[in-house]
């Protein structure tokens, strides 16, 4: 069974900062195009950054740019994001998306995770 599966998110400060993974089952992560993706209540989803499945290019949404950083560790078959010097209106679930060969930015995903939560509070 095929599965993406997102880690890493909690509460954090802002400023703080927290690094989300994508974990892949059942299948080589290697072959995809990576999303991530968040949701915050009352509004839409939102495309942060894509990782190609060649590793390029990439994207990254300028509402995150200089402060989201996507990667890729094959060994580990995981996509991370890290996030720095996060803000209250970070705060959201976060979702990864994967298409099989796809390239950035954002193909048409069409397998997600089920989510985390990131909160940032003060």
């Known amino acids: 069974q095929v599965q993406f599966v997102e880690s890493g998110g909690g509460l954090v400060q802002p400023g703080g900062s927290l690094r989300l993974s994508c974990t892949a089952s059942?299948?080589?992560?290697?072959?995809?195009?990576i999303g991530w993706f968040r949701q915050a209540p009352g509004k839409e989803r939102e495309g942060l950054s894509c990782i190609s499945n060649s590793d390029s290019p990439t994207y990254v949404a300028d509402s995150v740019k200089g402060r989201f950083t996507i990667s890729r560790d094959n060994a580990k078959n995981t996509v991370y994001l890290q996030m720095n010097n996060l803000k209250p209106e970070d705060t959201a679930v976060y979702y990864c998306?994967?298409?099989?060969?796809?390239?950035?930015?954002?193909?048409?995903?069409?397998?997600w995770g089920q989510g985390t939560q990131v909160t940032v509070y003060s």
């Open positions: 998306a994967a298409e099989l060969g796809g390239s950035c930015p954002l193909p048409p995903f069409g397998s």
């Open positions: 059942g299948v080589t992560l290697d072959y995809y195009a």
